[in-house]
């Protein structure tokens, strides 16, 4: 929702917007859908609106938060054998 309030509602008015999530947790779903909300503001000024219109929507975007058009790649590492985690180790004794 917050991309809606950044861009003020005008630019919002011939648009209807649905979006469905699924897996992750609150939190996650939440910046997904204000991710995915910026997105499409964005495609949509660059296929039916003019090139200068969306590059200013992308700089105020950009400006707000990178986060609302960039991803992050971010992922958990995959546990491995020897240890309790990704990188810890049992410890050893030499007894």
Known sequence: FEPVLI???????NLDIRIRVKGGGYTAQIYAIRSAI???IVAYYA?????SAKN???ATLLAYDRNLLVADPRR???KKYGGRGARARF???YR
């Open 91 to 93: 410890q050893k004794s």
């Open 38 to 40: 910026a997105k499409s």
């Open 56 to 58: 200013e929507l992308r």
């Open 47 to 51: 296929k039916y609106v003019d090139e």
């Open 76 to 78: 958990r590492e995959p």
């Open 7 to 13: 861009l003020a509602q005008d630019k919002f008015a």
